[in-house]
């Protein structure tokens, strides 16, 4: 466990969920597979689940250290509500130790040691309204961590007509899943390589719960999910692992979960790597596509491979460059020329209808607020 300073009161800490109390002032922290073991004055490995008095705080509640305005599709995820903005937040800390890491800045901090706000859930839904924005998306890091937070922001979105969104490496046990995923609309899961030794040596975590995370969002909720692969030069790139993937989520998870491959840059403690090449995207696409699934898209690159086809007349559908949507030529949810329904959260001019209401009459009950 890590030494932690608590600079805050016991009194203003908001008390975890998902622990028990153990001998000698312990704790127990089952919300994710590494089943930390806290002693007192400590934090888990995450930094942001803490040990004060023999009772497990997150000190994540309330106090993101990232908020911006996204387009959904950098989530990714290209088959809800597209083209439309998204409220991002994170805090400081993670539950994996990937080498990696492009938010590196946050995620292996405690939290202490970023610079962050005290914004209450309602607060989170009064700032996205008032840019405009559906949905609100945790992110950055890993949003598990901080479920607390997650769920009481999801409470007050859906009074408000709000989405939203978890942007999670899936790392999250039986426990604590339907707490968390029953409330939440959307998710990309990060399957950042499909062997048991990049797990273990890259990430410092395990292949198996990942996998099992995406059987239950399957099989058990209605939450609109995607999978994003980072492909990393020398790590996880050679075909045969890619095939390996591909094969998997077909066979559990069906062709329609659309997949994203996408592009490294060196960064953290993988400086030595270098950035994939398009080539790498493009083989992996093709391969997926070849095994049968019917959404697979690159990221991080320009590419054809971020535009989304009907997988039955090869018709496209939404023309994207980047992150930028700049055709959209669905017609409730359908493909225009053959009629072929297509998977997804769209967006149409009712529902744009809706959520524009939403927001309006959610404005009112916010408007008070100096943000």
């Given at each position: 466990?890590?030494?932690?300073q608590?600079?805050?009161?016991?009194?203003?800490?908001?008390?975890?969920?998902?622990?028990?109390?153990?001998?000698?002032?312990?704790?127990?922290?089952?919300?994710?597979?590494?089943?930390?073991?806290?002693?007192?004055?400590?934090?888990?490995?995450?930094?942001?689940?803490a040990?004060?008095?023999?009772?497990?705080?997150?000190l994540?509640?309330?106090?993101?250290?990232?908020?911006?305005?996204?387009?959904?599709?950098?989530?990714?995820?290209?088959?809800?509500?597209?083209?439309?903005?998204?409220f991002s937040?994170?805090?400081?800390?993670?539950?994996?130790?990937?080498?990696?890491?492009?938010?590196?800045?946050?995620?292996?901090?405690?939290?202490?040691?970023?610079?962050?706000?005290?914004?209450?859930?309602?607060?989170?839904?009064?700032?996205?309204?008032?840019?405009?924005?559906?949905?609100?998306?945790?992110?950055?890091?890993?949003?598990?961590?901080?479920?607390?937070?997650?769920?009481?922001?999801?409470?007050?979105?859906?009074?408000?007509?709000?989405?939203?969104?978890m942007?999670?490496?899936?790392?999250?046990?039986r426990?604590?899943?339907?707490?968390?995923?029953?409330?939440?609309?959307?998710?990309?899961?990060?399957?950042?390589?499909?062997t048991?030794?990049?797990?273990?040596r890259?990430?410092?975590?395990?292949?198996?719960?990942?996998?099992?995370?995406?059987?239950?969002?399957k099989?058990?909720?209605?939450?609109?999910?995607?999978?994003?692969?980072?492909?990393?030069?020398?790590?996880?790139?050679?075909?045969?692992?890619?095939?390996?993937?591909?094969?998997?989520?077909i066979?559990?998870?069906?062709?329609?979960?659309?997949?994203?491959?996408?592009?490294?840059?060196?960064?953290?403690?993988?400086?030595?790597?270098?950035?994939?090449?398009?080539?790498t995207?493009?083989a992996?696409?093709?391969?997926?596509?070849?095994?049968?699934?019917?959404?697979?898209?690159?990221?991080?690159i320009?590419?054809d491979?971020?535009?989304?086809?009907?997988?039955?007349?090869?018709t496209?559908?939404?023309?994207?460059?980047?992150?930028?949507?700049?055709?959209?030529?669905?017609?409730?949810?359908?493909?225009?020329?053959?009629?072929m329904?297509?998977?997804?959260?769209?967006?149409?001019?009712?529902?744009r209808?809706?959520?524009?209401?939403?927001?309006?009459?959610?404005?009112?009950r916010y408007?008070?607020?100096?943000?």
């Open positions: 466990m890590r030494e932690l608590i600079v805050q009161k016991t009194a203003a800490l908001h008390e975890a969920r998902w622990w028990e109390p153990e001998a000698g002032g312990k704790v127990h922290c089952y919300l994710c597979p590494r089943h930390c073991h806290i002693g007192q004055g400590q934090a888990g490995f995450c930094f942001i689940r040990n004060e008095s023999g009772k497990l705080y997150s994540g509640y309330a106090h993101p250290a990232a908020m911006q305005i996204d387009p959904i599709e950098k989530k990714p995820l290209n088959h809800f509500l597209p083209g439309t903005r998204v937040m994170g805090t400081a800390g993670c539950n994996m130790g990937c080498f990696f890491c492009q938010n590196w800045d946050i995620s292996k901090s405690r939290a202490d040691q970023v610079r962050s706000s005290n914004v209450p859930p309602e607060d989170v839904v009064s700032l996205a309204i008032r840019h405009g924005c559906p949905s609100i998306a945790f992110t950055y890091n890993e949003p598990t961590i901080w479920g607390e937070y997650v769920i009481d922001i999801c409470h007050a979105a859906r009074e408000a007509g709000l989405k939203t969104v942007v999670s490496n899936g790392y999250i046990t426990q604590a899943f339907h707490d968390i995923y029953d409330h939440i609309d959307a998710a990309n899961i990060d399957l950042k390589a499909f048991e030794s990049f797990y273990g890259i990430t410092l975590t395990h292949l198996q719960p990942v996998l099992e995370t995406l059987e239950w969002l099989n058990e909720t209605s939450v609109w999910f995607e999978i994003t692969n980072l492909i990393i030069p020398t790590l996880n790139d050679a075909p045969a692992e890619t095939r390996a993937l591909a094969e998997w989520v066979e559990h998870l069906g062709p329609d979960v659309p997949l994203h491959f996408t592009a490294f840059h060196p960064d953290f403690k993988l400086q030595d790597k270098p950035r994939t090449p398009a080539g995207l493009h992996a696409r093709a391969t997926a596509i070849e095994v049968g699934l019917h959404y697979v898209y690159e990221g991080n320009y590419s491979g971020a535009n989304t086809s009907c997988p039955s007349c090869g496209i559908l939404i023309r994207r460059s980047w992150h930028d949507v700049q055709k959209n030529s669905l017609r409730d949810g359908a493909c225009p020329a053959c009629g329904a297509i998977p997804g959260r769209w967006t149409n001019s009712r529902t209808a809706e959520l524009t209401g939403a927001r309006a009459s959610a404005a009112e408007e008070d607020l100096n943000l």
